[in-house]
C-alpha cells in the first residue's frame, strides 16, 4: 500500500489503539481505509447506511470513534444521527 493512503488517517490524529469508523459503500477506497487504519494501527468500526439513523448512532456513540471515514455518497446518513 502507498505510504500516502495511510498519512489521511495520521493527519487526523489517529494513533495505535484508536477506533476509526469506516462509512463506505462497496468501492475501491473500502479496503483502502481498512488497510490504512490497520496499518496505523487503528481499530476499524465498520458501518454501512443501511443500518438507519438510530442504528448507526448506538455504534459510533458506543465504539468511541475518534474518525469517520465516509464519502459524499454516504455522508448524508451520518447527517441524521448528529445530536
Known sequence: MPRTASRTPCAAGVERGDR?????????????AHAAAYKLGA???PLFALFGEEALRMRLED?????IVTGLRDAASLSATRS
Open 20 to 32: 476509526v469508523a469506516v462509512l463506505l459503500s462497496q468501492s475501491p477506497e473500502l479496503p483502502l
Open 43 to 45: 481499530v476499524v468500526v
Open 63 to 67: 465504539s468511541g470513534a475518534r474518525v
